[in-house]
C-alpha cells in the first residue's frame, strides 16, 4: 500500500445493514499512519467511530447530492491514489486513481431481480445494476469475501466482455463475542431470522413454511428484525399471528449489539435468503454456538456448516427442515406393489 499517495474511502450509501457493520469495522481499524479520505452516507453520521484528523465528506441520500459527491470524488482523487468503492459500484466519472470495488451486492451480477421488490427498489436497483455493468472497465479490481461471489463476478464479467481486472477473496468481520462469552443463555426463542425485508431474504415463502408446521400441530416461535422500511410485510406478519395462531414476533431493526445479543437468547438460526455476498448473520449465529438452518446454497457453505439445508423456494422443504431439527418424524410415502395399485384403482373406479 505504500507505493500509493492516498486511500480513499468511497461508501455514499453504507448506513445499515450488514455493509454498515462491516464499514464500522473497517473504518475503526484505520492505521493510524494513514489519512482517512472518506465520502459517507448522512445518514450514518454520528454512528461512525472516526479516526483523528480523518477528512470526511458526508453526503446526503438525495440524488444531487450523490452527483455533487462523484465530482468531488473525481476531482480529490490522484495518479497513484486508490479509492475503495465500498458501496460495490464503480464511480460515475472518470478517475486518475485505482479503482477497487469491494462489490456486496450480488443482486448487481443477477441477470433477472426476484419477484416482491416494490417499484421505488426496482428502479433503484435497475439503474444500480447498469452503471455496475457500464462503467465496469474503469475497475481495477474487486474485492468480494467468498469464493462463490468470486465465481460469480467472474461468470458476470465474462458474459459482458474481455479484459477482466483481478477479483480477490478477503473476507474481514469485526472480533465477534464466542457462546462461551455469553455469561447467560436463555431459550427465548426457538428460531431467529435477522433480515430486512427484502424480496431476497425470502420471508414469505418462511411464514408459509410456519403454517405449515401450525396445521401439522407444531409451533416453534421465531423472532424477525424488519425495518422500518417493511411496513407492508409488518402487517402479514401481525395478520398471520392472529389468523393462524402463529408464534411469531417481529423485534423491529435493532442496533448491532443488541442482534448479538439476541443470538444468547434462541435456539437456533434459521436462514433462507436466496441471495447473499456474504451472510454476516451467518457468521455471527456461528460464533455465539447457534445450530443453523439455512438455504442449500452456495454461499451458505461458503462461511458455515449448516445442521440442516432446505429449498428456499419450497415451504414444504423449509418446514421439513424445521421438523428434522426438532426430531419431529414425517411418514414416507408408502408404495404398492403393482397388483395392489390394480386393486386400489379398480375399486376407486368401481365407486
Not at 481486472?165 to 473476507?171: I, N, Q, Y
Request: hydrophobic residues 45%.
Amino acid at each position: 500500500m505504500s507505493r500509493h499517495r492516498s486511500v480513499v474511502l468511497h461508501a455514499p450509501s453504507i448506513h445499515t445493514g450488514g455493509g454498515f457493520v462491516l464499514l464500522q469495522a473497517l473504518v475503526a481499524a484505520w492505521p493510524s499512519d494513514w489519512q482517512l479520505t472518506a465520502l459517507l452516507d448522512a445518514r450514518a453520521r454520528g454512528r461512525v467511530m472516526l479516526p483523528q484528523g480523518a477528512q470526511v465528506t458526508w453526503v446526503d441520500a438525495r440524488a444531487g447530492a450523490r452527483l455533487r459527491a462523484e465530482f468531488y470524488l473525481s476531482s480529490v482523487a490522484k495518479p497513484g491514489d486508490v479509492i475503495l468503492c465500498f458501496h460495490g459500484l464503480p464511480p460515475l466519472l472518470s478517475n486518475q486513481a485505482k479503482i477497487v470495488v469491494f462489490l456486496q451486492n450480488r443482486l448487481y451480477l443477477a441477470r433477472t431481480l426476484p419477484s416482491g421488490y416494490r417499484l421505488k427498489t426496482r428502479v433503484r436497483l435497475a439503474f444500480e445494476r447498469f452503471v455496475s455493468q457500464i462503467f465496469r472497465h474503469r475497475v481495477a479490481e474487486y474485492i468480494v469475501q467468498t469464493p462463490s461471489m468470486q465465481r460469480a463476478v467472474v461468470q458476470w464479467w465474462g458474459a459482458h466482455g474481455s479484459g477482466q481486472p483481478a477479483v480477490r477473496v478477503l473476507p474481514f468481520v469485526e472480533a465477534l463475542p464466542t457462546s462461551a462469552e455469553h455469561k447467560v443463555r436463555t431459550t427465548d426463542w426457538d428460531f431467529v431470522y435477522v433480515a430486512d425485508g427484502e424480496a431476497h431474504k425470502n420471508h414469505r415463502v418462511l411464514l408459509v413454511a410456519w403454517q405449515l408446521l401450525a396445521r401439522d400441530g407444531l409451533h416453534p416461535s421465531l423472532a424477525l428484525t424488519l425495518s422500518p422500511r417493511d411496513e407492508v410485510l409488518k402487517r402479514e406478519v401481525a395478520a398471520l399471528t392472529d389468523q393462524a395462531g402463529l408464534r411469531i414476533q417481529d423485534l423491529g431493526q435493532m442496533p448491532h449489539e443488541k442482534v448479538l445479543s439476541l443470538y444468547a437468547t434462541a435456539g437456533a438460526m434459521i436462514f433462507p435468503s436466496t441471495a447473499e455476498s456474504f451472510g454476516l448473520p451467518l457468521i455471527e449465529a456461528t460464533h455465539a454456538g447457534l445450530p443453523i438452518l439455512a438455504s442449500e446454497l452456495d454461499y451458505v457453505r461458503d462461511v458455515c456448516s449448516p445442521v440442516q439445508t432446505f429449498d428456499p423456494l419450497s415451504a414444504v422443504s423449509i418446514a421439513r427442515a424445521v421438523k428434522r431439527f426438532l426430531a419431529v418424524s414425517e411418514p414416507v410415502l408408502p408404495l404398492r406393489s403393482p397388483d395392489v395399485f390394480w386393486r386400489d384403482l379398480l375399486v376407486g373406479a368401481s365407486e
